[in-house]
């Protein structure tokens, strides 16, 4: 109802699936984006109804996939929204509703990680945390496609067994969930002592006095431990945003030349308005699309809960803020 008119460079796209991701509230405050009501729902896939008048990427009836700016004051939980079209790319006629817009953000996370801060190759070692998670997965397919060899944590034995049954297979899955495994210790013997060249962790524990009451909080290697299985020149990409390194922690990493970077999921959003839409025209629109490539020729398998109807959005949503799912959640329409 009162639907704004169409603007030039808008692009109408009826959506069929849109996922549902964690929400920064931390990340919005500090950018002075947090309001009352946040819009739920970035990853859209869908069909284009209408296109502005300078669209010259689209048109009526194309399959798009995309994500919404940060700033987006709308949700992607619509049955019709208004999209500048640099934020969407075409979907693949192989690739499905759910997957392409359960996978799209995991996918420029991993490639981020992978690509811009690390440049994973052949013959490099990488270690992903958590390898059963969604961001994980695609992070593995992607490290092994490009020729790396790749060690993964398990957070259960469900886990262990989801990494267990890859294919490719892993190089090796490190079951941490009775908190007795030293992942430092098994990375060593894994490469020989060398260490890794890359690690891509899923938080860490800052101090050894760290409550571990809670079962996400026992299986987190400590900042120690990957300082120690990094390799020289290696490089450690890290999700903590609040990381402390101590000097004789900095000290360890210079002895090895080896560097700390960290990922941001919203950092192609972060640069003044005009960078970065030239950012993601540049930058975002060909990792996209190559993320669909990878879909349509299954090098990328996502982990994707059941397809959920736009009944049980709120308490998927719920679930997803509170990180108790386990599985991307993506609504359909």
Known sequence: ENFPPIGDNDVKVQ????????????????????????????????????????????????????ILPLDSEESGLCEVILVREHYLVRKPEKVCWVEAAGTVRDGVRAYTAL?????????????????????????????????????????????????????????????????????????????????????????????????????????????????????IGGHWITTEKHLQLDPPDSN???????????????????????????LYILLIIPILEDIMEKLSSSVFRPQLDEPIPLYEAKVSMEMVQKNQARKRHVIQF
């Not at 869908?46 to 996939?65: C, P, S, W």
């Not at 360890?252 to 919203?266: C, I, M, P």
Request: aromatic share 6%; charged share 25%.
């Open 252 to 278: 360890s990493l210079f002895l090895k030349g080896a560097t700390v970077s960290f990922l941001n999921d919203e950092v192609w959003n972060l640069s003044n308005i005009q960078q970065g839409k030239y």
């Open 15 to 66: 959506v069929r699936a849109c996922a549902l991701s964690w929400i920064d509230t931390e990340l919005l405050s500090e950018i002075k984006l947090q309001k009352e009501l946040i819009p739920v729902g970035r990853e859209i896939s869908g069909v284009v109804l209408e296109v502005g008048r300078k669209v010259t990427f689209f048109q009526t009836d194309d399959e798009v996939v995309g």
């Open 115 to 231: 690509h811009y801060l690390s440049q994973v190759s052949l013959g490099k070692t990488v270690l992903v945390m958590d390898g059963a998670s969604p961001f994980s997965t695609i992070a593995i397919q992607l490290a092994q496609h490009r020729g790396a060899k790749v060690i993964s944590t398990a957070y259960s034995t469900e886990d262990k067994q989801y990494l267990e049954r890859l294919r490719p297979p892993v190089a090796r899955v490190i079951d941490v969930s009775n908190g007795k495994i030293d992942v430092a210790e098994s990375c060593l013997e894994e490469t020989g002592g060398l260490g890794v060249d890359i690690v891509l962790d899923a938080g860490v524990k800052l101090y050894s006095t760290e409550d571990e009451s809670t079962s996400k909080s026992r299986v987190l290697p400590h900042k120690h431990d990957i300082i120690t299985l990094l390799g």
